[in-house]
């Protein structure tokens, strides 16, 4: 069946610009998680929603990042104002979460270099 | 945040061998979790525990659950080229929680 799929997979963007990031979780996955991964590290919690709320934002370093999920599916990440640091791979993962399955799928993920 | 530490970070194996690696915590988790990552890839879910003391095997992979709950480690029977890549380990506080992940173990299989 499908996987979680991440677009676009690459992104390069002059520092300053504005980017978007957009995952599509497993179709009937309620939790989706964003996680940013940085070059030789593990991957590092940034945002968590059931459905379409937003119940953990407590990972994203600053107010230049935002993510939504408006009809508790598809989910955008967007950072604004891209700066260098902010150059590493972002990824998506769902989880069915129904009482009895917590595990996480990721994503392939979307790397992004600011240039 | 919460640290994982794994170890060894890298290691250069040849084929047919077993190669063990661990992952410790400071903190108690209730969920362990193995993944591995090719490049350009997501993580690849392994093998998850949920009981301390559990051991799980998937295939050539066994992974167990240390009984802190502070520790996991994974083993690798008879490594083939298609091992190659970065295994990580993860801590869920268990339930719909966020993962915390330690820096990787790049294997490296020789023929």
């Known amino acids: 069946g499908a996987g979680v799929s991440q677009s676009p997979r690459y992104k390069v963007a002059k520092r300053g610009q504005d980017v978007a990031l957009r995952c599509d979780p497993i179709s009937g996955h309620v939790s989706l998680f964003w996680y940013q991964q940085a070059l030789g590290q593990g991957p590092e919690f940034l945002t968590y929603?059931?459905?379409?709320?937003?119940?953990?934002k407590s990972g994203l370093p600053s107010d230049r990042f935002f993510a939504e999920r408006p009809e508790g599916s598809v989910s955008t990440l967007k950072i604004q104002r891209t700066q260098q640091e902010d150059s590493a791979v972002y990824l998506c993962?769902?989880?069915?979460?129904?009482?009895?399955?917590?595990?996480?799928?990721f994503g392939p993920g979307t790397r992004l270099t600011v240039t | 945040g919460q640290q994982l530490n794994q170890s060894p970070q890298s290691m250069f194996i040849q084929e047919g061998e077993d190669v063990s690696m661990n992952c410790t915590s400071s903190?108690?988790?209730?969920?362990w979790l193995w993944y591995k990552q090719d490049p350009g890839e997501g993580p690849v879910l392994l093998i998850a525990l949920y009981k301390a003391g559990e051991l799980t095997s998937n295939g050539r992979l066994t992974a167990q659950f240390g009984i802190t709950r502070k520790d996991s480690f994974l083993n690798i029977s008879a490594s083939i080229p298609s091992d190659v890549g970065i295994y990580f380990c993860a801590g869920q506080l268990g339930g719909n929680n966020r993962l915390a992940f330690g820096k990787g173990n790049q294997v490296v299989v020789i023929p």
């Open positions: 993962a769902s989880s069915l979460a129904n009482g009895q399955s917590y595990e996480q799928y």
């Open positions: 903190s108690i988790f209730n969920t």
């Open positions: 929603f059931q459905n379409e709320a937003q119940l953990d």
